[in-house]
């Protein structure tokens, strides 16, 4: 497994009250896998995915990322993971508009400062090239559609060769055709490049190009 994840407890404070969100969700996803993890609004998708990824402790519960225990490790340890193990795609592109195409690619690269810079460079256009938009790469975010958008942050996901993929619902913000378009960019470089994913979707026919679908309800994780 390349991924697992067991008895995942998280709740929010609003006032008084506790909000019980996750209340002991647990997944497992093995080398190349992808799963799509469904569920209503609110039901604490993006939760759970910021939780996968390290990026929100939960308050009970553990998170194993190949031989990482992402909260158990050193906070610079865990940075380094997210650098180097997690690529994230999210609804709204997360581009930097002062860059172009190509340095917003390299961006998580250059965090890493052990490739050099033609390297990078290297990495960066054949990722472009796998996302359809070499001929772009001097372009700001801005000049370019929102399917080309993401598909840059695609290739932004997948700079350092992550082991894992976690995917927000990246294509919510784009028209039906540009979505199925995006996510045949997505599966294709997932397959080709062997990573794992966890897919978060509203929509079942996409969840269906997964492997594997699990359903978020009642803060638990059950098949679907
Ligand atoms: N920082 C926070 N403080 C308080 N409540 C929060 C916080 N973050 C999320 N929530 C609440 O937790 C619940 C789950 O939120 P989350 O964003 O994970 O849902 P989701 O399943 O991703 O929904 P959607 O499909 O609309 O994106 C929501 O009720 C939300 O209001
Ligand atoms: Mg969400």
Known sequence: MILTAE????SYRMGHAE??????????VGDGESLAVIGM????????????????????????????DVYAISSRRQTRM???QVGFVFQSYHLLPEMDVL??????GMALRHWDG???????????QAVGLAERQGHRPVELSGGEQQRVALARALM???????????????DEETGRQVLDYLFSLTRKEGHAMVLVTHDRRTAARCDRVMKLQDGLLVPA
Do not use: C, F, Y
Not at 7 to 10: D, E, G, L, V
Not at 118 to 128: A, C, Q, Y
Not at 164 to 172: F, I, K, M, Q, S
């Open 103 to 108: 340095e917003n690619v390299m961006l998580p």
């Open 19 to 28: 909000l019980r969100i996750l209340r002991g969700a647990g997944l497992a």
């Open 7 to 10: 008895n995942i407890h998280k």
């Open 118 to 128: 033609k390297t990078l460079r290297e990495r960066g256009r054949e990722l472009l």
């Open 41 to 68: 609004s609110g039901a604490g998708k993006s939760t759970l995915l910021h939780i996968l990824g390290g990026l929100d402790r939960p308050q009970q519960g553990r998170v194993m990322l190949g031989e990482d």
């Open 82 to 84: 997210r650098a180097t």
């Open 160 to 174: 350092n060769h992550p082991r894992l993929v976690l995917a927000d619902e990246p294509t919510g913000n784009l």
